[in-house]
């Protein structure tokens, strides 16, 4: 399909696509990460995840 025979949205989304992420947790983690999004996020799992990696990124220089 070309560009131009695409909607505005399959646009979007092509645009946004190298920013998406796929994971696999082990069970564990993935019950941790339910855990706090339902205690911080009223949970919503994508929302704790942004949050914990910003967490974790936060401070380090990323020009390094």
Same mark, same amino acid.
């Given at each position: 399909?070309?560009?131009?025979?695409?909607? $505005?949205?399959?646009?979007?989304?092509?645009? *946004? *696509?190298?920013?998406?992420?796929?994971? *696999?947790?082990?069970?564990?983690?993935?019950?941790?990460?339910?855990?706090? $999004?339902?205690?911080?996020?009223?949970?919503?799992?994508?929302?704790?995840?942004?949050?914990?990696?910003?967490?974790?990124?936060?401070?380090?220089?990323?020009?390094?």
């Amino acid at each position: 399909m070309s560009d131009s025979e695409k909607t $505005a949205q399959a646009k979007r989304d092509d645009d *946004r *696509r190298h920013l998406h992420f796929q994971v *696999r947790l082990d069970p564990v983690l993935a019950k941790n990460v339910q855990h706090y $999004a339902d205690l911080n996020h009223n949970g919503v799992i994508n929302a704790a995840v942004k949050t914990i990696l910003s967490q974790f990124f936060k401070g380090i220089d990323h020009n390094v």
